[in-house]
């Protein structure tokens, strides 16, 4: 009676863990190829090929917000005064 209690709660938990397996076919069923569909394979990645060197290369900038922005940050026109510790700007004498 042990021993058929131990193989039942085996099965019990074995039963979850095959659920969760993924069902992957290991064997296909069409691993080869005739001759037809190895050319008619060729000829679609020659047309492959062909049509991706028609596209042209992206010559201009691709940004959108470029027509808004203007051409560069203004720079300062002449440097900040130094400040005093009080906050106040500082005399050309002192």
Same mark, same amino acid.
């Given at each position: ?40 394979? +060729? #000829?679609?990645?020659?047309?492959? @090929? ?7 290369? !992206? /010559? ?13 940050? +203004? #720079?300062?026109?002449?440097?900040? @005064? ?7 700007? !500082? /005399?050309?004498?002192?």
């Amino acid at each position: 009676m042990r021993i058929l209690s131990a193989v039942v709660v085996a099965v019990l938990f074995t039963a979850p863990a095959l659920a969760q397996m993924p069902h992957i076919n290991m064997l296909p069923e069409d691993k080869y190829k005739t001759d037809d569909e190895r050319e008619q394979d +060729k #000829a679609n990645q020659k047309a492959y @090929k062909d049509s991706l060197s028609k596209i042209p290369d !992206a /010559k201009g900038s691709s940004d959108p917000w470029g027509a808004v922005r203007s051409d560069a940050p +203004k #720079a300062a026109a002449h440097p900040a @005064k130094p400040k005093t510790k009080t906050g106040s700007a !500082a /005399k050309a004498g002192q």
